[in-house]
């Protein structure tokens, strides 16, 4: 088993930037796949960025392509996403996910789930 708990959300203006983390344990992630998910009240969840278990390759949708950071550190077992730019459609519950690693990133397919950390963008 996973546990994975996310850290780093609040509430910040339109433009401003937060970092998330998301500490893994329970069980080595250094060869799993981990991500980030997002889910805005009422609406579904949804991809934010993924990166592979050596932190050299990461997928991000158009939405926040150019504006985010998925990065990771084996040795803390820890994944983080810097979010820049940051603009009032960006606020949801941030969800951190893992999965066994694999040759490709995927955008579904997670096993593991955090518990979820609260960010708000005011205008």
């Known amino acids: 088993q996973v546990q994975l708990v996310e850290s780093g959300g609040g509430l910040v203006q339109a433009g401003g930037s937060l970092r998330l983390s998301c500490a893994a344990s329970g069980r080595t992630v250094s060869s799993y796949t981990m991500a980030w998910f997002r889910q805005p009240l009422g609406k579904e969840r949804e991809f934010v960025a993924a990166?592979?278990?050596?932190?050299?390759?990461?997928d991000y949708p158009d939405s926040v392509k150019g504006r985010f950071t998925i990065s990771r550190d084996n040795a803390k077992a820890t994944v983080f996403l810097q979010m820049n730019s940051l603009k009032p459609e960006d606020t949801a519950v941030y969800y951190c996910?893992?999965?066994?690693?694999?040759?490709?990133?995927?955008?579904?397919?997670?096993?593991?789930w955090g518990q979820g950390t609260q960010v708000t963008v005011s205008p």
């Open positions: 990166i592979n278990y050596r932190g050299g390759l990461a």
């Open positions: 996910a893992v999965r066994p690693g694999a040759t490709v990133l995927y955008r579904t397919g997670y096993g593991y």
